[in-house]
């Protein structure tokens, strides 16, 4: 008998074996043909902890960031507050700026996952310290608001594919270099 001949009668008798397989599987209500992909399998998430929230900003510490042409804010993220969590989620510091000077300081987190983003705590009204009951859970993030900073973090710095774009140190070096998600997949 030829190679080729002997390799024909063990794939035969192999498939001939699954064959006899599958005639015992017990009867099933699931749609042979419906493909689960592993990433869009629900999983139980469970967010980080978060044990300590991060010192105030120091001007030295902004990095400026773009979210339209039209608003007169300035934003900036604090590059000593960038974290990447074990949960998927980017937690930062933004400070928000009006052409008066007026500040809005807050701790967020975004959830690369699912386009969510939460607030863990404000600045006071001191502007000495953090207010946590200015907290709030995840939410949608708005997209094509005037000052929709949230949606310019997610798709220029922060996530790519449903997952951050990588450590914390990268992600401040493309802020600081202002290397956005378009321009680095354009190239």
């Known amino acids: 008998m030829n190679a080729s001949l002997a390799l024909i009668a063990v794939s035969a008798a192999a498939l001939a074996a699954l064959a006899g397989c599958s005639s015992s599987k017990a009867p099933s209500n699931q ?5 689960t992909y592993l990433l869009d399998r629900k999983t139980t998430w469970t967010e980080d902890k978060i044990e300590t929230l991060p010192p105030l900003p120091q001007a030295s510490n902004l990095l400026p960031f773009n979210v339209s042409q039209n608003t007169p804010l300035n934003f900036a993220v604090d590059k000593t507050s960038l974290t990447v969590g074990n949960d998927g989620v980017v937690r930062y510091v933004v400070v928000v700026t009006s052409p008066a000077g007026a500040r809005n ?3 967020e987190g975004i959830r690369c996952d699912t386009y969510e983003w939460r607030r863990y705590a404000s600045i006071n009204d001191e502007q000495n310290g953090w207010d946590q009951g200015a907290a709030f859970d995840f939410k949608r993030i708005e997209n094509g608001e005037l000052n929709a900073y949230q949606a310019a973090l ?15 140190k990268t992600i401040v070096n493309n802020i600081q270099y202002k290397r956005t998600q378009t321009l680095i997949n354009t190239h």
Request: charged share 15%.
């Open 154 to 168: 997610y798709q220029d710095y922060f996530c790519t594919s449903k997952l951050p774009v990588g450590t914390a």
């Open 105 to 107: 300081v807050n701790y």
């Open 31 to 35: 749609d042979d043909g419906v493909f």
